[in-house]
């Protein structure tokens, strides 16, 4: 175990530094100058350019520009911001959490309706209550976030008003202010994730319950409870933790529309801001944050492998 534990953190390392590479790379094929966009263009003579350039670095050859920031972020610095002249590491850290908290509270009711429905779904296969859920789960698999997201605040926020349509306040200066508006985006994000673990669930679980030995269960003459939550379950459960451990992943970048409808101030609004105004150190501290996350995610997911079904062994 912990010679594999060192093998993956290894990889994930060398996969981190390609990744930073890369985006520093193409970072550099965006459209637009961003010392045209912080002079303005009411004053963007080319002599203000050229001096904008040069104090923010800009007019050095590239591998000096990259060889700066990947030396930068081994020394724990992320950069400082172009438009802001603010570090953007203690940006990032203010907001991470914000972005993780709407992951988690999505991901919460997303397992408290995918789990349950898919159980369901299989117990009772191609009867109604699977007609349903299979409904339910295409309904929301093909409809996008940035729809769900509006109708909701449509029709709960503005029509009925039972909670705020937009907005952010910190927990601590109101609690109940903070978690009613945490309701409406952790539900949009929800109700796609509860789809797709829903199917993943049905599907999982009709295979383990086909094995042999759920047969030599039944055979024995336990009850259709017991066979279900006490020996298909947990089998059935490791693609559900794959798909969960990349859906949270996914999320880490996937959080932008709905971040940007209900006006939270999250990682994903930060880098929308840095892409307009080409703010060049900080789309690429947004998106090495994002990877080193995704990766790490995954990392943890495949641990957790051992915890639900003991018999997994890591070489």
């Known amino acids: 175990m912990t010679a594999y534990l060192l093998r993956r953190l290894g990889q994930s390392a060398v996969l981190i530094f390609l990744i930073a590479s890369l985006v520093a790379l193409f970072i550099q094929l965006l459209p637009g100058d961003p010392a045209y966009i912080i002079v303005g263009e009411t004053n963007a003579t080319p002599e203000r350019i050229a001096a904008v350039r040069r104090e923010l670095g800009l007019d050095r050859p590239l591998y000096v520009q990259y060889l700066d920031w ?4 081994l020394r724990g610095d992320l950069g400082t911001s172009l438009t802001s002249k603010r570090p953007i590491a203690p940006d990032l850290a203010k907001r991470i959490p ?26 009772f296969r191609n009867r109604a209550p699977d007609y349903l859920a299979s409904l339910f789960s295409m309904l929301w698999i093909s409809t996008p976030v940035f729809v769900t997201g509006t109708l ?13 349509a937009t907005g952010y306040v910190d927990f601590g200066d109101d609690p109940i202010g903070h978690l009613r508006r945490l309701v409406l985006p952790a539900v949009t994000l929800a109700l796609l994730d509860s789809a797709v673990i829903l199917r993943m669930t049905r599907s999982s ?5 086909g094995e042999d ?23 059935a459960l490791i693609p559900v933790v794959t798909i969960v451990g990349l859906q949270v992943g996914t999320l880490l970048g996937g959080t932008v529309l709905v971040e940007f409808i209900f006006n939270w101030p999250g990682i994903s609004s930060y880098l929308i801001a840095a892409i307009n105004q080409r703010d060049y150190p900080a789309i690429q501290a ?15 997911t495949d641990l957790l492998y051992a915890v639900i079904d003991p018999r997994v062994k890591y070489g």
């Open 98 to 123: 914000r972005t993780f908290e709407l992951i988690a509270a999505s991901m919460v009711l997303a397992l408290m309706i995918g789990i349950p429905g898919g159980v369901i779904a299989a117990r």
């Open 213 to 235: 030995y759920v047969r030599t269960a039944r055979a024995k003459g336990l009850s259709e409870r017991r066979v279900l939550f006490g020996h298909s379950l947990r089998n």
């Open 152 to 164: 909701l605040v449509l029709i709960f926020g503005v029509k009925l008003r039972l909670f705020p």
């Open 70 to 73: 990947i030396s930068s972020v």
């Open 286 to 300: 947004v998106i090495l944050v994002i990877a080193s996350l995704f990766v790490l995610i995954n990392l943890l």
């Open 205 to 209: 679980l009709l295979e383990v319950l």
